[in-house]
């Protein structure tokens, strides 16, 4: 039997790129991990969640574990529809769909708008699951660089009127981060992305807000593109995973009714009705506005010593930016590989992710690296720094 | 905004099918439900999950929560490798890939397998979610009927000969439910299981293996497709929805490694650590065998119920076929329109799913209803075929 013979053209060339996690790194088990766009342990509500099961299933019995059943499912897509609202996108019942996280909402919008002839435009760099996704459909995935202030909207504008002007296959959509960017800690300005919405509805393009990261500031949460949009042309992909447990699986997309309509379709996992009806009973016994007030400042205190210990451990050559919120700093490292680093790293006991897996050109990304402070210790991170800083000084000699 | 104008062509197409769910009755809450391919309230085991949830997080804290972390993960994998080992199946570690339920598993092989220009064969009635699956992907979408000892491999036979000869394109592969299937209830004959595979070989096609019912035997599970497949052709699916619980969301794909790789590669939903590690506990703490043997006698009875009270109750142009195992009774009453009976029938109090969902040409189902005997108690299934008999009574004068 030739396996090969039996998958169609475009799934031959999907399976040409590199397999998915192939960015994961192998790490010690006693290494400090700042490669893991994961919670903090204790900021994950384990003892809560296993109160909300225990609750769920003696009021609910059987119900959370059928197909289709329990009350709190819809309870959990009305938590949704407030926490929109509550930061200004007002959304009805079917401009709404919960997902499998953020990931699933990715791939299903991918799955609706892209073919093989279809056009893409990502941020460079961006989040490399999402370019995965994109590269399942469509090698034409075109890159936008980003800035301290987010996407550069005015290369954007250009690449636009040439791509027009050319008569070549406009974009479907563009993929940005625009707060608490991943890998790049930077946020899109409020003018950029009034910018970016002129733009969409100048070029007749889609915008995927993925706002992962996006009530995690440490002073203060922008307001989302969606919240901007008065054109309907933002799909928002919100997501649970960074503010209460990526092991849940919960996100959604809030969109026109149409596009939600369209996205279920085609999603066919059947739901998840006890991860749902879970997480809808755990929101009902938590203060989430006091939640996010722990998480922000938890956080912030983490970047902090991150920071200081950057500027204290790293040599001359090194530079990052200095995010607002979210979970990571992105550092460049002149003349460093970062790939080649990370080796000498893990032995020395710290990980972090090579900057070349958030680029299309993974060549772009030699010279940067993303460090996570979000999961780690406030000690370990000083630690860890420190030990990738003399790793760093001795890769350099 | 043309909302319309974003859509590729294939999506298009597949957005002019019926919408997915289309099939689900709207019942009144005091109905006899016949209609639901549940599990009975009684045999989901929420208060074991319950204790299985309480011990994971005591034991694991937030490693289950994560993306990655939890060992129970691949204690899932183990114990479904072993299961499969049990029933003939050897599967080494990277032939195996954990899914959400049945239909992600049914949906990813659709994904690799099928484009525009492909051919998939489905048994004639045959799952609904399956049929609204495959039209998601391509319109040459092939029938072959079933009988009481399951494909009519005979025409099978013809059908590919024919295909063969006149040069059309041969199918990628054939879903089949050769167990207790759905909606059939009825069960392919070992004879016809190895010619299956037969021709399998002859016109180089896939076998998409269903088996969501293969251990709810009343007597005996036949051996798999799977467990007789010596070309590696099978792409075995199960799932722990009719067995433990839906709403947890579990299946498995065992097949060739090189097909294993590829449906990982668009597997976005990143897996589901905490249902799969809460599983997991739960199985350590269940004796399989002895369940399947409970859950086997309960069915049976309920069956024998169902059956008892359709000889009563039905008149002479009604017909069935006795099942040995599974969820269903699959019911033709001549001169009936089922979809009509429908409306009656709940107003009667009591749901079926008429045949029409389960035929790509819905017409030829218009005389069929599925009977679900797993979900109600032997009263109510009694009870609920009588109010059923008097409906048709009505219905024919």
Known sequence: MNTESFFPKNIKAALQNNPPGDWIPSVPAKAIRLHSGYPAPHLVPSKDLKEAVAQLLEEENDLPLHYIGSPRIDKLKEWVRLR?????MV?????????????????????????KDAVVIVESPTYMEALEIFQNYTEQIITVPVDKDGLQTGQLAELLAERKQKGLTMPSFL???????????????????????????????????????????????????????????????????KVVAPGMRIGWVHATERFIQALFWFKKDLEHPFAQATMATLLENTDFTSR?????????????????????????????????????????????????????????????LPGKYFFLDQAEGAEYLRLSFSYESEENIEEGIQVLGDVVQSFLR
């Open 84 to 88: 929109q609202e509550v930061r200004g």
């Open 91 to 115: 959304a009805k019942d079917d401009e709404l769909l919960i997902t499998a996280g953020a990931c699933q909402a990715i791939d299903l919008i991918a799955r609706i708008f892209l073919d």
């Open 175 to 241: 993929y940005t981060i625009p707060t608490f960017h991943n890998p790049t800690g930077t946020t899109m300005t409020e003018e950029r992305r009034g910018q970016v919405l002129k733009l969409a509805e100048e070029y007749d393009f889609l915008v995927l807000e993925d706002d992962a990261y996006g009530e995690l500031g440490f002073k203060e949460n922008p307001k989302t593109l969606k919240s901007m949009d008065t054109k309907d042309r933002v799909l928002y992909v919100g997501s649970l995973s």
């Open 292 to 352: 996010l007030q722990t998480l922000s400042e938890s956080y912030q205190r983490k970047c902090q010593v991150m920071l200081a210990a950057l500027e204290k451990s790293l040599p001359e050559n090194a530079s990052w930016f200095v995010p607002k919120g979210g979970y990571f700093v992105w550092v460049k490292i002149t003349g460093v590989d970062t790939e080649k680093l990370l080796s000498k790293a893990t032995e020395g006991g710290v990980s972090f």
